[in-house]
């Protein structure tokens, strides 16, 4: 059988809804695995004991057993304790969660490496130990671990690939569909790939360009 | 204005300060000398509690720092009373995600509830006192040593404290650079800014304070006026002192 790109043409409007569903549990999970990552981080170096335990059997949980598994047990699971949730949102708060808990993990990284002098100045001018985090540690964390949380942020996109299996019609579930329909595997699954390499290095390229963008001030 | 009373502050096994007495009046500059591990800087740092201490009262006016609070309670008593005391650091310890302008203006903002527009006008004033008026739009690391220890002393004086405490602030400069911080302090003083001041430049200190305090091993061995200390003191140990830093 020979190559024929043609068929693309006829499909591409359902890889194209494909590409848009890719988009939208992006744009969710992104900041959400950002702002759940910082407070994860900040949990886990509370001074409250509890609080640093808790996060820690959390954070552990989570990085220790696969996200293919966790959002099993959230669509498929989770129903049979009375919790139903739709393909999207489990797809949302799995990727979401998963991701939080590496973003957490850079972020504490982050936090911990920022000198004690900027703790003792922050403090000595009246600010309180929450918004001297707020003001002075998380803002310079962030600037500093920025290009490895782009690293996470762009394996987050290509691992959203996975919620495929949890009926969210995406890129990847779009383009099996197009497969089983046409049974032209090696033309759909290159054209994906070359949609998820275009929107990668888009993302990247604006990652970068907010990382630059902050450098003067670190 | 501050007055320290018996304080006593151990690190484990050793006692760093044993007993110290001190007053600073409103509107006076006070230094303390002595050699490094004489106590003088965990002293300073005692007095808006970044050392907190294990006996003893320290007072500013008629509030005392250390009382014995719990947790959030203490929290909310040391926020506000740090306000009323300005802090500059030998490693300067500017914020480098913001620029000069942020650095003193965010925590009259913050903490004062000043309007940004106010804010600002404070802190073009301020940086016209210290000689930086044109960094204004300038990061930390754009500036040199000296002008980010100017910096920090505007962001401290933005808060409108009724102390300034001075940690070694020349110590890590350039010694072409500590003329510029030294004559800022200087002008403070001409405006009877109430200081204390914890330095190792004798020169300095002769110049500015109206009481010098000498520290060695954890307590004070001799105080007085200037010239009387530097001229014609009193104690063996200040003798050794300054023979060996006038060497």
């Known amino acids: 059988m020979e190559l024929d790109f043609s068929v693309l043409l006829r499909y591409y409007p359902l890889l194209l809804r494909g590409l848009m569903w890719t988009g939208i549990l992006c744009a969710c999970t992104i900041p959400l695995s950002l702002v759940a990552g910082v407070l994860l981080a900040v949990a886990s170096i509370s001074r409250i004991r509890l609080v640093r335990s808790i996060t820690e059997m959390f954070l552990w949980i989570f990085r220790g057993t696969p996200l293919l598994l966790q959002l099993f047990l959230i669509y498929y699971g989770l129903p049979y304790i009375g919790i139903y949730l739709s393909p999207v949102v489990s797809g949302v708060i799995g990727l979401g969660i998963h991701y939080s808990v590496y973003n957490a993990d850079v972020m504490r990284t982050g936090i911990v490496a920022i000198e004690i002098g900027q703790h003792e100045a922050s403090r000595s001018l009246g600010l309180s130990r929450i918004q001297t985090l707020r003001k002075i540690i998380v803002p310079q964390a962030l600037r500093n671990v920025a290009p490895a949380l782009t690293n996470n942020l762009i394996a987050l996109m290509k691992e959203s690939s996975l919620v495929s299996i949890i009926t969210v019609q995406e890129l990847t579930l779009s383009t099996q569909i197009a497969v089983a329909d046409t049974f032209r595997p090696f033309e759909f699954y290159f054209a994906a790939g070359v949609i998820y390499y275009a929107v990668n290095f888009f993302l990247e390229q604006s990652l970068r360009r907010v990382e630059m963008k902050t450098a003067l001030s670190r | ?247």
Not at chain 2, 88 to 100: A, E, G, R
Not at chain 2, 102 to 123: C, F, G, Q, S
Not at chain 2, 227 to 246: C, D, H, I, N
Request: no cysteine; proline share 5%; net charge neutral.
């Open chain 2, 1 to 247: 204005m501050v007055r320290i009373v018996n304080v006593h502050k151990r690190f484990g096994a050793n006692e760093v300060l044993k007993g110290i007495n001190l007053e600073v009046p409103r509107g006076k500059i006070q230094v303390i000398i002595g050699p490094s591990g004489s106590g003088k800087s965990t002293l300073l740092r005692a007095i808006n509690n970044l050392e907190t201490v294990d006996d003893g009262e320290i007072w500013i006016e008629n509030v005392q720092v250390n009382l014995p609070l719990k947790g959030q309670k203490f929290e909310k008593h040391i926020n506000k009373i740090r306000q009323d005391m300005g802090m500059v650091f030998q490693h300067f310890n500017l914020f480098p995600h913001m620029t000069v302008m942020e650095n003193i203006t965010m925590a009259p903002m913050l903490l004062k509830k000043i309007p940004r527009k106010h804010a600002e006008d404070r802190a073009h004033r301020l940086l016209e006192k210290v000689d930086l008026i044109d960094k204004v739009t300038f990061y930390p690391a754009q500036l040199s040593g000296g002008q980010k220890q100017r910096v920090a002393i505007a962001r401290a004086l933005a808060m409108e404290p009724k102390v300034m405490l001075f940690d070694e602030v020349t110590s890590a400069l350039d010694p072409e650079l500590v003329g510029e911080v030294n004559k800022v302090m200087k002008k403070l003083a001409e405006e009877h800014m109430t200081m204390l001041i914890v330095t190792h430049e004798m020169r300095f200190a002769a110049e500015v304070a109206d009481h010098v305090i000498f520290m060695a091993d954890g307590v004070i061995v001799e105080q007085g006026p200037p010239s009387t200390l530097f001229q014609a003191p009193a104690e063996e140990r200040t003798k050794r002192f300054l023979s060996e830093v006038f060497k």
